[in-house]
């Protein structure tokens, strides 16, 4: 099987299905696009760890790497594997030092887990193939990608001082509540 390396080009709130999120994986040098839809807290921790957030405590995803790290078990790398009746299906590729072993796992937790163990996804051609879009030059509007609905709680912040913006940050943090400190965040980048 040859093997088509992919990074994340993008993840949004899904408008086709509630409390759903749209992760985007692109195959790199290329045009394809393979989207695939994840759930909340799965879209959360990839969110928190690309964005380079730390939570006041760690979300499974962190645990399961502090975890593997204690032990000396690397994730080198995730494969999808599979797809059947519109579900991608994953393989985590670990190594203790001494073998390499395969490890089931749903495709969105694969994703979190990569991002943390800084190593490559891959999928084949014949996923590609099968669940991938062609994109062509032309990249969506930053107004489409804006439309979700937490607009309402964002346009909420425009109105705050920068170090009121970085309280509420901070509390929403400690709160735990990391969509409300991604909008935060989002508004104090838009102001730099």
């Known amino acids: 099987m040859k093997k088509i390396e992919l990074n994340i080009v993008g993840l949004s709130y899904s408008q086709a299905q509630s409390n759903s999120y749209a992760l985007v994986l692109g195959e790199v040098n290329g ?8 759930g909340h807290y799965e879209a959360q921790a990839i969110a928190l760890e690309l964005e380079k957030m730390k939570p006041s405590r ?23 594997t599979k797809f059947h ?24 937790d694969a994703v979190a887990l990569s991002i943390r163990f800084h190593c490559p996804i ?3 051609e ?12 032309e990249e969506p509007s930053q107004e489409s990608m804006d439309e979700t609905p937490d607009d309402d709680i964002s346009a ?10 970085e309280t509420e940050l901070q509390q929403a943090i400690e709160d735990e509540d990391y969509e409300k400190a991604s909008l ?4 104090i980048q838009k102001r730099k």
């Open 58 to 80: 760690p979300l499974t995803h962190d645990l399961f790497f502090n975890f593997a790290k204690t032990f000396s078990i690397n994730i080198v790398e995730v494969q999808i």
């Open 126 to 137: 014949e996923i590609m193939s099968q669940a991938g879009i062609v994109f062509e030059d």
């Open 184 to 187: 935060i965040r989002d508004e």
């Open 122 to 124: 891959f999928t084949s």
């Open 85 to 108: 009746e519109g579900i991608f299906y994953a393989t985590l590729v670990c190594d203790n030092g001494i073998s390499i072993h395969e490890i089931d796992s749903r495709t969105s």
């Open 156 to 165: 909420s912040f425009r109105n705050l001082s920068p170090t009121e913006l």
């Open 31 to 38: 045009k394809r696009r393979l989207p695939i839809v994840i």
